[in-house]
């Protein structure tokens, strides 16, 4: 199941945010693998899925974090998340993408309930990866990802979740949440020397995943030995999952526009093996899966996803 809306996009640019993901990815997605998926597999109908709200929120992030981001506070806080310092020049429509992300995060939420009825659901959005418990920050304005397991814990729908962070960069706000909690598991394949993991050592981005693997500039060509060996490890150490998040990133694309992505290169044909070799791993452990997408920039990021997705399809159907 592909979960894909028109509005559910991050949107950056609409909203004044300059940013190298493209406000029509996911749409961009959609226009390639409708023609090879047929549209049963393809869930559209989630613009009535609820936005995030105050108790939602309060799963993940701290209560001044949330009080200041729903209230007056949320400037600063904006500011701090997307990184620029004329952020403010049109601050009523700045201010619009607070709704407009949580109801992207609701798409997490019920992207994983999809994955737990069919077995495998990619949403075309979500992957809020950076966010921590006291603020957003990386393009991050909620962790999407650990409140909605949180929420579906909370509902004993789920208990134990592993989270497979295989974008670019380090999933370290899931990391500083997920800390002193054995039942989310998160593993994190990412670049070794590159940011986030550049912010000194006493900062949150230092908080080790339950799975660490950091990647060298230069060793890509160890990247899905290592990948394997981490999974095995995660399969080996940890109770099974209920479910599985795995934020698909394709920013360790060779051709991602993204400078602080270029640490990490892979080429087409590893990105391809690279999400066959998670798929196939959790398919093998019958744990639902649910993809979220992460980060991936420029012109060339979609491919990344339509590669995996078609193939997913012909090999599930």
Request: with cysteine; proline share 5%.
């Amino acid at each position: 199941m592909i979960l894909y809306h028109k509005d559910f996009g991050p949107f950056f640019k609409k909203y004044g945010v300059s940013n190298l993901i493209e406000d029509n990815r996911a749409l961009k997605i959609y226009q390639k693998i409708k023609k090879t998926i047929p549209r049963k597999f393809i869930h559209q109908k989630i613009n009535r899925t609820p936005a995030l709200k105050r108790n939602d929120l309060l799963l993940a992030h701290d209560k001044n974090y949330v009080t200041a981001l729903l209230g007056t506070g949320y400037q600063p806080l904006l500011k701090n998340c997307f990184e620029v310092q004329n952020f403010f020049e049109k601050p009523s429509v700045v201010k619009k993408i607070i709704p407009h992300l949580l109801k992207h995060a609701g798409g997490t939420l019920k992207a994983m309930r999809l994955a737990i009825e069919e077995g495998l659901c990619f949403y075309l959005g979500g992957g809020m990866h950076h966010a921590m418990s006291f603020g957003g920050r990386g393009y991050c304005l909620v962790n999407d990802i650990v409140i909605g397991i949180r929420k579906l814990q909370r509902e004993k729908k789920i208990k134990t979740v592993w989270v497979i962070d295989i974008d670019a960069h380090k999933g370290d706000g899931t990391a500083e949440i997920t800390k002193n909690d054995p039942s989310i598991v998160t593993l994190s394949i990412h670049m070794k020397n590159a940011w986030p993991l550049d912010a000194g050592p006493h900062s949150p981005s230092h908080i080790p995943s339950k799975i660490d693997i950091g990647i060298k500039k230069g060793d890509e060509k160890n990247y899905l030995k290592k990948l394997q060996a981490a999974l095995k490890k995660l399969k080996e150490h940890y109770p099974k999952a209920d479910l599985a998040i795995v934020v698909a990133g394709s920013d360790p694309y060779i051709k991602d526009a993204l400078p602080s992505s270029s640490d990490l290169k892979l080429s087409k044909k590893q990105m391809l093996q690279r999400d066959q070799m998670v798929h196939d791993f959790l398919r093998q452990e019958k744990i639902p899966q649910c993809y979220v997408i992460g980060g991936g920039y420029g012109k060339y990021s979609a491919e990344i996803y339509e590669q995996f997705l078609i193939w997913a399809y012909h090999e599930r159907y």
